[in-house]
């Protein structure tokens, strides 16, 4: 069983920057391919950005591309989103995810989860 804790988010200004991280409580971390999520009320948990197992390889939804950067740090089981040029339409409550695998962009082939973190955009 994989535990994760997301944290970092926070209320940011429009075109301002924050960067997520998602600490993974298994040893086993680097087996895992990661994704992140969001989620804003009444809609949809919208897919992000994901990282294979050895970071090698990384995929975005076309909405954060060339602003947000996903990355991870094997040695110490987290994996990070480094978000830049904010836009209003990004709040949400952002989650990480876990699966054995490739990576995938459907929320459902995920495993594990963490419990979410908040992200404000104020114009």
């Known amino acids: 069983q994989v535990q994760l804790v997301e944290s970092g988010g926070g209320l940011v200004q429009a075109g301002g920057s924050l960067r997520l991280s998602c600490a993974a409580s298994d040893r086993t971390f680097s087996s895992y391919a990661m994704g992140w999520f969001r989620q804003a009320p009444g809609k949809e948990r919208d897919f992000v950005a994901a990282?294979?197992?050895?970071?090698?390889?990384?995929y975005y939804a076309d909405s954060v591309k060339g602003r947000f950067t996903i990355s991870r740090d094997n040695a110490k089981n987290t994996v990070y989103l480094q978000m830049n040029s904010l836009k209003p339409e990004d709040p949400a409550v952002y989650y990480c995810?876990?699966?054995?695998?490739?990576?995938?962009?459907?929320?459902?082939?995920?495993?594990?989860w963490g419990q979410g973190t908040q992200v404000t955009v104020s114009s």
């Open positions: 995810a876990a699966r054995i695998g490739d990576m995938r962009t459907v929320w459902s082939r995920y495993t594990y």
């Open positions: 990282i294979s197992w050895s970071g090698g390889s990384t």
